[in-house]
């Protein structure tokens, strides 16, 4: 049996292999079918780290550029995001690879998201300050939370 180490590039690779390949008793076009089946399981992947990613970064954003606004609930928001990252990509090199590429794109989307729900505009970095290795990292996030909540003017972390 196939021992599938990262599920991602093994989608990848089997639907382009189902594509090239003509296997006897099976149709071409069921093999097409199985092939755009495994290539729309491995964009599904992409969405969710994209999506995943841009929530992080947009609450990033916002926990260091509207201090006066951090609150339990954005540290929640980053601390489920990197969680849930380091879940998605557990085992998957190359889909951890895909997300070093997918940052510069994250961070444009969370970019436009911060200033459509800003009260004043902010002058925003033109390239992202977080690598996806920060992103994953809980130790880097709870350090980057922590300085939040020191720059932070809500009462709520001036205890």
Known sequence: MYEVDD???FLLD???YLYKTELPGISKDDREYLAEFLLSEARRNERELE???TN???HMLKARYIPE???RSWVNTISENNIQLKIFLKGEPSLKQKAVGLIPECFEHAKIRFNNTARTPKELPENCPWTAEQCTDSNYIGSFIEKCKKA???PYYKG
């Open 14 to 16: 089997m639907g382009d």
């Open 7 to 9: 599920e991602y590039k």
């Open 69 to 71: 606004l951090f609150s």
């Open 51 to 53: 999506s995943r990613l």
């Open 152 to 154: 932070s003017t809500n």
């Open 56 to 58: 992080l970064l947009y």
